[in-house]
């Protein structure tokens, strides 16, 4: 057990530009999850994947917003023209078992200037 | 509306001495109820777990958590806090489908000598 492992650690972007982030799941774990989390708050839920199948989106998630899960292991969550307000650390979780616990990798932390 | 409340955003506790961190939620269905804990720049590490029977679960690092339904309230304690202990603290809810997890806002522990 590696571990969730997301890449890059730290990206730093202008706004108007696209960016794309990788999350390598815990290897058995079938279920994905990116969170976006912003200073002093919890993490908020974007989207979740079981297997390939992206099962739900939030609302928070726009159309500048979108991921993949080609082949049911890695995810990439890409932002295109990205603004300010995008600015957040971005968490990558997977789980194994509906309902279990979810396993966080360390973020991926966006800043746009 | 599903929601997690943790009435204190920042709580300073004496090494050695007592914690209880508290949580609230509003949740449809059964809930399925956790605490995780976040340092400075890294991911959420899992503290402990509630699903089902006995109200009162013990986690890692000597934490534990009760269950009362009653008061919708998944309160986080533990009997001697050391400085390690210093962190944030987010409660969430979930259920059986394995849907996203719910955050609260999390609490901000400081431990002082």
């Known amino acids: 057990d590696t571990g969730v492992s997301q890449n890059p650690r730290h990206k730093i972007t202008k706004r108007g530009q696209n960016v794309t982030f990788r999350c390598d799941p815990i290897?058995?774990?079938?279920?994905l999850y990116w969170y976006r989390q912003t200073l002093g708050q919890g993490p908020e839920f974007l989207t979740y994947?079981?297997?390939?199948?992206?099962?739900?989106k939030s609302r928070l998630l726009s159309d500048r917003f979108s991921a993949e899960r080609p082949k049911g292991s890695f995810s990439t969550l890409e932002i295109q023209r990205t603004e300010q307000g995008d600015s957040a650390m971005y968490l990558c979780?997977?789980?194994?078992?509906?309902?279990?616990?979810?396993?966080f990798g360390n973020g991926t932390r966006l800043t746009v200037t | 509306a599903q929601s997690v409340t943790q009435p204190d955003i920042h709580i300073t506790v004496s090494e050695g001495a007592s914690l209880e961190l508290r949580c609230n939620y509003s949740?449809?269905?059964?809930?399925?109820l956790f605490w995780y804990v976040q340092s400075p720049g890294q991911g959420l590490q899992l503290l402990l777990k509630?699903?089902?029977?006995?109200?009162l679960v013990q986690g890692i690092k000597g934490f534990e958590a009760e269950f009362k339904r009653s008061q919708s309230s998944f309160n986080l304690r533990k009997p001697s806090v050391h400085w390690s202990d210093a962190a944030e603290y987010f409660c969430?809810?979930?259920?059986?489908?394995?849907?996203?997890?719910?955050f609260g806002k999390g609490t901000t522990l400081s431990v002082s000598s």
């Open positions: 994947f079981q297997n390939e199948a992206q099962l739900e």
């Open positions: 509630y699903f089902s029977g006995d109200t």
């Open positions: 949740y449809g269905a059964t809930p399925y």
């Open positions: 969430a809810v979930g259920n059986q489908a394995g849907t996203a997890l719910i």
């Open positions: 290897s058995e774990h079938n279920r």
């Open positions: 979780a997977s789980s194994q078992l509906t309902g279990s616990p979810l396993h």
